[in-house]
Every structure is written in structure tokens, then in C-alpha cells.
């Protein structure tokens, strides 16, 4: 797949977006609404602004935490988030904006950080 080529209506990754809808708002990668829209815009073949709205909403939300977190400028974000409204979805923009993803503790990691229930009892003066 060329890294310029967009999800288009009846695109293979646009009838994949439709099928998971309800599977991605479940999960948290969209909003309930936007699953919504999707199916909505997969009835009328026009899919692409919708798909166009989730990638500016997540892309917003990552510069937006990179800016408070001193990682970006202000100028930076802005920028970028212009190029994802004009369309662009290229692997390198989206491997950019990754590094910025927060970050999710898998069930091992977070097991591991959590106490046992007799852990720190041993420690406890008697």
C-alpha cells in the first residue's frame, strides 16, 4: 500500500473501519457517535470526512498532550494537525504522532505494579 493512498469510500480499509465500528467504540478507539456516523456514512458511500474527523480528533488529542507535556510547541501541533485536516495519513506522519500515544499498561505491568494482598505486611514493624 502506497503511504499516500487514502481510505476512501468503498476502499478495503474503509469496509474494514465499517465492520469493526461497533468492535473500536467498544474498545475506546472511537467515540459511540462516531460509530454511529460511520455506519451512517457507509450507507451513502461517503465514509471519508468521517474517517477524516476520527484521525483529526486523534491526532488532536496526542499533540495536544505532547504540547502540555514540553514535548511539541504549540507551532509544531498546529502544524501537524493541519496536514492530518488536509488528508495527509502517509506512514511517516502517523509514526510521528505515535511516539505521542499514551501509554497503556498491559495486565502483566500492571500485576507487577500492584501489591499482593499480604505484600508490605512483612515489611510492617510487628
Do not use: C, W, Y
Not at 468503498?10 to 459511540?32: H, N, P, Y
Not at 488528508?87 to 505521542?100: C, I, M, N, T, V
Not at 500515544?101 to 507487577?112: C, D, E, G, Y
Request: glycine content about 10%; hydrophobic content about 35%.
Amino acid at each position: 500500500m502506497d503511504d499516500s493512498e487514502q481510505s476512501g469510500p468503498g476502499s478495503k480499509s474503509s469496509g474494514r473501519l465499517l465492520e469493526q465500528a461497533d468492535k473500536m467504540a467498544r474498545s475506546g478507539r472511537i467515540t459511540a457517535e462516531e460509530a454511529t456516523r460511520l455506519r451512517a456514512a457507509g450507507e451513502t458511500g461517503d465514509t471519508e470526512q468521517v474517517i477524516l474527523d476520527i484521525r483529526v480528533r486523534h491526532a488532536g488529542g496526542r499533540v495536544d498532550a505532547a504540547v502540555a507535556e514540553g514535548a511539541m510547541s504549540r507551532e509544531e501541533a498546529d502544524a501537524f494537525l493541519d496536514r492530518v485536516r488536509a488528508g495527509e495519513h502517509s506512514r511517516g506522519l502517523r509514526s510521528h504522532l505515535a511516539q505521542f500515544r499514551p501509554k497503556h499498561r498491559s495486565r502483566a505491568n500492571m500485576a507487577a505494579a500492584s501489591p499482593t494482598p499480604n505484600q508490605g505486611e512483612q515489611d510492617r514493624p510487628a
